[in-house]
């Protein structure tokens, strides 16, 4: 079994910061890509951030030079550091990756269960 396990979500005042985690475990042979979603009540869920296996990072407009995603290949983790953090941020967030299991000779998307981010004053 794979699973992905987000942490780091929390309430925080606007203008704060907060460091999102995410950690794949499991029969994990490789991974590729890692990105992160949210999703605000009403709305479609949306990318955020991702990053692929080399390092190459793209954003959504709306959290450019805000936020910054980063991955650890060794540790299987992948992070999304959000500064200057806005109420139309709140959303609950969710980690996603492109992950080839050991029994399986393709990848296919995993998602965690997801951690809330609330921005309030």
């Known amino acids: 079994q794979v699973q992905l396990v987000e942490s780091g979500g929390g309430l925080v005042q606007p203008g704060g910061s907060l460091r999102l985690s995410c950690a794949a475990s499991?029969?994990?042979?490789?991974?590729?890509?890692m990105a992160w979603y949210r999703q605000a009540p009403g709305k479609e869920r949306e990318l955020v951030a991702g990053?692929?296996?080399?390092?190459?990072?793209n954003y959504a407009d709306s959290v450019k030079g805000r936020f910054t995603i980063s991955r650890d290949n060794a540790k299987n983790m992948v992070y999304l550091q959000m500064n200057s953090l806005k109420p139309e941020d709140t959303a609950l967030y969710y980690c996603?990756?492109?992950?080839?299991?050991?029994?399986?000779?393709?990848?296919?998307?995993?998602w965690g269960q997801g951690t809330q981010v609330t921005v309030s004053s």
């Open positions: 996603n990756a492109d992950i080839r299991p050991y029994y399986s000779a393709r990848y296919r998307p995993y």
């Open positions: 499991g029969r994990i042979s490789s991974i590729n890509a």
């Open positions: 990053i692929n296996s080399g390092g190459t990072t």
